[in-house]
């Protein structure tokens, strides 16, 4: 599991910084990949790393500012002709991205050459869940509404002890995979082995909480409880308080303070304004952590492992 960070900018694009879009790569978990946000000139971002269109089978929109879903109609488009065709996309977002996309196809006349669903979120629930991962969703603060995620992987099955079942005389072939499946079986020698006992502790699965624009607030600190990772807007620097709260923003001290308070692992902050450069940005960072040690602000095509 690994976050691509392929915009990183704060309401339009910068040199060296994108409009926002995050990518969670879910590729040896399920051979697939989930957007976060879309801004204006995302494929043209992508272009520039190995990251494949196709794989991306689910787009989640925080809000429907210009900077967070402009890249939607042109990416939805590239993707017919990336290795796309037939393969379902779903779009997760508020009231208002299902009208602008389709509008924006219909008036282009561009044809899709796989299925796109839509899902209109409420002001909390549950966006998607299968038995592999549940992604939940809050309302947080901003002049429209804007919405948080978090994610939440299931616990994995522990590893199969094989020197342990090796040393109890199981043969390779389909007995160790009938323990892994925690089934009970009988060797030759008639002795019954239980696979609960040949198998390790469950692995905890990995929780993530990828936030769109917002005020610092309280629904921000309980969607983040606990998690590995939280991805947080930081448009102003810690001391502009007032003035973030005047544009319903963020200060990268106040995302360290919640991510404090949360109890969470890492904070990698983003949505970063084009005043912000060079060492400006840097100090934005030693600001964060002056509060929150495991702070960093990220950069266009920044990757990290989860």
């Not at 696979?195 to 990995?206: A, C, E, L, M, R």
Request: glycine share 10%.
């Amino acid at each position: 599991m690994e976050l691509a960070f392929i915009g990183t900018g704060a309401g339009v694009p910068s040199k060296p910084r994108n409009v926002s879009c995050t990518i969670l790569k879910l590729l040896e978990e399920r051979n697939e990949m989930w957007m976060f946000d879309c801004g204006e000139g995302t494929q043209q971002q992508i272009l520039k790393t190995t990251l494949k269109p196709r794989k991306v089978t689910k787009i989640f929109i925080s809000h429907v500012h210009g900077d967070h879903m402009y890249g939607l109609p042109g990416f939805l488009s590239s993707r017919s002709f990336q290795g796309g065709e037939n393969t379902p996309l779903t779009i997760y977002g508020p009231v208002g991205v299902k009208e602008f996309v389709l509008t924006s196809l219909k008036v282009s006349q561009t044809k899709l050459t796989y299925p796109l669903h839509f899902v209109e979120l409420e002001q909390t629930g549950v966006a998607f869940e299968d038995d592999q991962f549940t992604v939940t969703y809050d309302t947080l603060e901003h002049a429209v509404p804007s919405y948080g995620f978090r994610i939440v992987e299931a616990d994995k099955v522990g590893e199969l002890l094989i020197d342990k079942a090796r040393e109890a005389g199981v043969p390779d072939g389909p007995l160790l995979g009938q323990l892994k499946a925690l089934k009970k079986i009988t060797l030759e020698d008639g002795r019954v082995l239980d696979g609960k006992d040949f198998v390790g502790p469950d692995k905890k699965g990995k929780i993530l909480a990828i936030y769109g624009d917002t005020r610092y607030c309280p629904q921000g600190i309980r969607l983040a409880e606990g998690a590995d990772v939280l991805v947080h807007e930081a448009t102003f620097a810690a001391g502009e308080e007032k003035m973030a709260y005047n544009y319903f923003h963020t200060t990268a001290g106040q995302a360290a303070k919640l991510a404090k308070k949360a109890g969470i692992s890492k904070l990698y902050l983003t949505h970063i304004s084009a005043r912000y450069v060079g060492k400006m940005a840097q100090e934005l960072e030693k600001g964060a952590r002056q509060i929150f040690e495991a702070s960093y602000v990220v950069k266009d095509f920044d990757e990290y492992t989860i």
